[in-house]
């Protein structure tokens, strides 16, 4: 039994499909998905997560994790 439905539809280009065409499909989803996603920056996680970080002396922190390095 297939656990899902791209299960299904992977088996079925693989039962329906000639070689080159599979080769063809996967090269199209490829393409498709880098058009889709583009290109993402580095910087867009500026900030993320700085509220974990509030109240937190960064020097005494910093100065704990080196001395626990050291074991």
Known sequence: M????FEEILLRARQELTAEERIRL???L???SEKTTGTRSLM???G???EC????DVSDYV???RESWNG
């Open 53 to 56: 970080w509030s109240g937190i």
């Open 44 to 46: 867009e996680l500026k």
């Open 63 to 65: 100065q704990r994790e």
């Open 2 to 5: 297939l656990q899902n439905p």
């Open 26 to 28: 996967a090269e199209a």
């Open 48 to 50: 993320l997560g700085k």
């Open 30 to 32: 490829a393409t498709s």
